[in-house]
């Protein structure tokens, strides 16, 4: 059980576009979900705490309007990287909360 | 807010040899410690957690045990085998339940040579 599933688990964009990460909670209800980011050989930045049906919390220094977070369902929560550059390059990781701490697969995005 | 500091950064074993993993906190707030292991391009793994109101507990080869008064908590690998190699990562947390953030250690690369 507490399986979240993500996708896509890579991406390769072009500089300027914007790529959304899905996030969905298969056999819980996930009213909050967490959102990390982690470069390589480093730990996990937590960038945003979402709540289903009501604005997520960014954490200090993450840009609001560059990484729009909408949880509209108990189940799924997204994460869009918007006007990509190459320093969004990163491992994006989500965790579903409700019920255990489990993590996401993971997706890495590649912006060139 | 909370800090977590994980040692050592790399540690290598020879297949067969316990592997110990440190970590403190600093918020005495704090109540719950989770372990991770993670796999290159894998999201984390939980492996074995711990509450405040307990010292130790241990999950067959894997065992945590923490100190409250010093605050940290270590992981304790027993005969190593090569599929534990990986990046573990300790945590910390206030309030004990899923909702409430995690903090991270720097992680820990393990190397379990054959």
């Known amino acids: 059980g507490a399986v979240v599933s993500q996708h896509p688990s890579w991406v390769i964009c072009k500089s300027g576009t914007s790529v959304k990460i899905e996030c969905r909670s298969l056999?819980?209800?996930?009213?909050?979900m967490f959102w990390y980011r982690q470069f390589p050989k480093q730990s996990l930045m937590l960038m945003a705490t979402s709540n289903e049906g009501s604005k997520a919390t960014y954490e200090q220094g993450v840009e609001k309007d560059k990484f729009l977070i909408n949880h509209a369902s108990l189940t799924l929560s997204t994460l869009t990287v918007t006007s990509a550059h190459p320093e969004d390059s990163s491992f994006y990781i989500c965790?579903?909360?409700?019920?255990?701490?489990?993590f996401g697969s993971g997706t890495r995005l590649t912006v060139v | 807010g909370e800090n977590v500091e994980q040692h050592p950064s790399t540690l290598s074993v020879q297949e067969g040899d316990s592997a110990v993993i440190k970590c403190t906190y600093s918020?005495?707030?704090?109540?719950?410690f989770p372990w991770y292991k993670q796999e290159l391009g894998k999201g984390p793994q939980l492996i074995i957690d711990?509450?405040?109101?307990?010292g130790e507990k241990k999950d067959q080869r894997i065992a945590v045990t923490l100190n409250k008064t010093a605050k940290h908590f270590s992981l304790h690998i027993t005969e190593t085998q090569p599929e534990d190699s990986a990046v573990y990562f300790c945590?910390?947390?206030?309030?004990?339940?899923?909702?409430?953030?995690?903090?991270f250690g720097k992680g820990t690369l393990l190397t379990v040579n054959p």
């Open positions: 056999d819980f209800q996930a009213t909050t």
């Open positions: 711990i509450r405040s109101n307990v």
């Open positions: 918020d005495s707030a704090s109540n719950y």
């Open positions: 945590a910390a947390s206030k309030g004990g339940g899923s909702n409430y953030k995690l903090t």
């Open positions: 965790r579903g909360a409700n019920y255990g701490y489990t």
